[in-house]
């Protein structure tokens, strides 16, 4: 079964992801599908947004006479972030408590 991925929940696993370490657009395409399922052009306008709002700074690497474009998440990301991971606490207790009938009452 497939859950329906929102906004919010797309941009936490970017986040998180560059928060451990930055990683060039297939790698964290790669990285995210362990989770969810998705491709590089749903991921790429998702990037574009979050360095559009200072969440994301971008660096080039020359690779095999190219660059590769990295993605480097930044104060303001890692604040966004925390929030994320607030919110997701919250939210995943609210939804294991309903799923499991009280078995993780908090």
């Known amino acids: 079964m497939d859950f329906q991925v929102g906004t919010a929940l797309l941009d936490s ?37 979050l360095q559009k709002e200072n969440c994301l700074t971008t ?4 690779f095999s006479g190219r660059n590769r474009r990295y993605y480097q998440i930044t104060d ?3 604040g966004v972030l925390q929030n994320y991971i607030l919110e997701w606490d919250e939210f995943k207790g609210k939804i294991d408590n309903l799923l499991l009938g009280g078995a993780n009452d908090e």
């Open 13 to 49: 696993l970017v986040l998180a992801s560059l928060a451990r370490e930055d990683m060039y657009g297939y790698i964290l395409t790669q990285n995210i599908k362990i989770v969810i399922n998705i491709s590089e052009s749903t991921l790429y306008p998702v990037l574009r947004r």
């Open 76 to 78: 303001a990301g890692t």
């Open 59 to 62: 660096y080039d690497v020359p």
